[in-house]
């Protein structure tokens, strides 16, 4: 029986765990391709790494680098991913980006590839499509001698979103055209290189080429309550006037003294929840119908400004936090110093190895590997605030807000007094001893370092973060959110599931390794991921602007 086999027995039983040798999380090494001519021969082996558990990760193979003009090439790839869909409310998507490698550098650096695009176009560029519908097939093994395989139709119909501006041009999205449900898949997809922004790439260089893809969730525009009328710990609420007397119920006298007995007044007219409508700066204090927490409160007459991520945009989040595999390979991604830094000296394990491991391997092309363990979410654990942002940067991400984190859970739902529950969008929140997730790092309105972000997408480089992000190294601006209900105060539990509301931790500023820290990047997106490009128009949904009852 092969390793891929005995691994994935085991992991069906919740026992052991299986070795994965290829620890990228959607990539593969592509053919060389000397700068405007013909492709030329292999600085790599192509390899198609192991993806474990399927549903979690995005396949790519045949990639190839094809000569277009002296400013640019072709990337092509055939892609798939299960699980998929599209309907009116929300989508999920691929966030594709690459990586390069010039021939000879005994350095092995990974640089960033830059993506070029019509000026002003970012839904479907010229240069970005895909060819005619072909049967496809994905190695998901640990390696493809002895992995497994699973077979699409390559028959769907792909968008690309390509990010633009300062930011912009780091990668792109792959989504489904329209409406449906499934596996997604098709063949030869398309995307353009841009040269004139290669470092150390000339007419006559060769180079290596890498995929990456992570699957995100779209959370789309609209409003949406944060708090839910109750007293989580540190939850958010619409500041009341002084509470007033009931009406008055029953006079008791006694002894000549009077006792006036009054109607109780309802704990949700004491903390309403706060409706964010818009994008707009929003108030906050203690003044009647202004944002307040009932701790790590956000400034007292002051403001949560406009340019901070609040929710209300539509944003893209990765599909569950940081899994296994897209670690390892970021790591295997960075140089040996780097990887060493920012992988943990325990191996992200925890007790009895329960998370499974990230580890060292002998393949210098992938010097770290990964192991599932016998939780069923394989998430990344034993994260810092410098391992997420250093991250985010390199992939062309962001840190995701406290506010962004609340609507990923919610959704547009009116809120359910101590709810808890999975996301309304269909990322992945945990729930249950097998699935457990770590907490997220998130950016907190409790502090001036933290209401200085402005949402800015990193640039492709680890090392290189954005000037409004959270300090990297003191880690002063940014907080934890999520966790299990017992955690948060609600003496009656009801399971192990995510409170929606809880901000316990929601300014703890720790620049250290936490061992349930984990972390979940976003990106902002862009407006043009409203439109329909098969149907022609932009798609909404009177849900988007609310629905009864929040859920466990």
């Given amino acids: 029986m092969t390793l891929a086999k005995r691994g994935l027995e085991a992991m069906s039983r919740g026992r052991a765990h299986a070795t994965r040798r290829w620890p990228a999380y959607g990539w593969l090494v592509a ?15 192509v390899q198609q790494p192991s993806k474990s558990p399927l549903n979690e990760h995005v396949y790519f193979s045949r990639i190839s680098l094809l000569p277009r003009d002296a400013g640019s090439a072709v990337i092509q790839f055939d892609i798939g991913w299960t699980g998929s869909w599209r309907h009116d409310v929300n989508h999920d998507a691929a966030w594709i980006f690459f990586k390069y490698r010039v021939e000879g550098d005994t350095e092995k650096t990974w640089r960033h590839v830059f993506l070029k695009a019509d000026a002003g ?64 898949s098709g063949a030869k997809l398309t995307v353009l290189w841009d040269l004139t922004k290669a470092e150390g790439v000339k007419p006559d260089t ?76 929003v108030p906050t204090g203690r003044t009647p119908g202004r944002l307040w927490a009932r701790s790590a409160e956000p400034p007292d007459g002051g403001e949560i400004p406009a340019s901070f991520p609040n929710g209300y945009r539509a944003f893209y989040m990765m599909f569950c936090p940081m899994p296994q595999a897209v670690y390892a390979s970021f790591l295997s991604s960075l140089p040996p110093d780097q990887g060493e830094y920012h992988h943990e000296q325990g191996n992200h394990a925890t007790e009895a190895g329960w998370s499974g491991a990230i580890v ?53 739902r009116l809120p359910a007094r101590e709810e808890a529950g999975n996301s309304f969008w269909g990322g992945s929140y ?11 790092m998130v950016v907190t309105v409790a502090t001036t370092n933290g209401l200085a972000y402005r949402g800015t997408h990193g640039g492709g480089s680890p090392t290189n973060w954005p000037g409004d992000w959270p300090a990297n190294k003191s880690a ?22 995510w409170c929606t509301s809880c901000r316990l931790e929601a300014n703890l500023n720790d620049p250290e390794r936490g061992k349930l820290y984990g972390f979940r990047a976003a990106r902002t997106a862009p407006e043009a991921a409203k439109f329909n490009s098969v149907r022609q128009e932009e798609e909404t949904s009177p849900v988007l602007q609310g629905l009864p009852g929040g859920g466990r």
């Fill in 430 to 440: 945990g729930g249950g001893r097998y699935n457990a997730h770590p907490r997220e």
């Fill in 31 to 45: 053919a060389v391709l000397a700068a405007g001519a013909a492709p030329a021969q292999l600085l790599v082996p």
């Fill in 121 to 184: 176009k970012v839904l479907n560029p010229s240069g970005y499509g895909q060819g005619a519908a072909a049967p496809l097939s994905f190695d998901w093994g640990c390696t493809p001698k002895d992995g497994k395989t699973f077979t699409a139709a390559g028959d769907t119909q792909f968008d690309f979103l390509v990010p633009d501006g300062a930011d912009g041009f780091t990668g792109a999205f792959v989504r489904r055209a329209d409406h449906g449900m499934g596996t997604a």
């Fill in 476 to 497: 002063q601006g940014t907080g934890i959110r999520n966790g299990q209900e017992a955690a948060c105060g609600i003496t009656e539990l009801r399971g192990p599931m």
């Fill in 360 to 412: 060292k391997s002998t393949d210098p092309e992938n010097p770290y590997e990964f192991h599932h363990g016998r939780l069923k979410s394989h998430c990344t654990w034993w994260l810092k605030w410098d391992d997420a942002t250093a991250f985010a940067a390199w992939s062309g991400l962001r840190p995701m807000t406290e506010l962004e984190n609340e609507k990923a859970l919610r959704g547009p």
């Fill in 206 to 281: 060769k180079v290596a080429i890498k995929a990456y893809g992570i699957r995100m969730i779209y959370v789309a525009e609209g409003p949406y309550a944060l708090g839910s009328g109750a007293t989580e710990s540190g939850a958010f609420y619409t500041f009341q006037p002084e509470k007033k007397r009931g009406a008055e119920k029953e006079r008791i006298s006694m002894g000549g003294a009077t006792m006036v007995i009054h109607e109780e007044v309802a704990e949700t007219d004491e903390f309403p929840p706060y409706r964010v409508t818009s994008s707009n700066a």
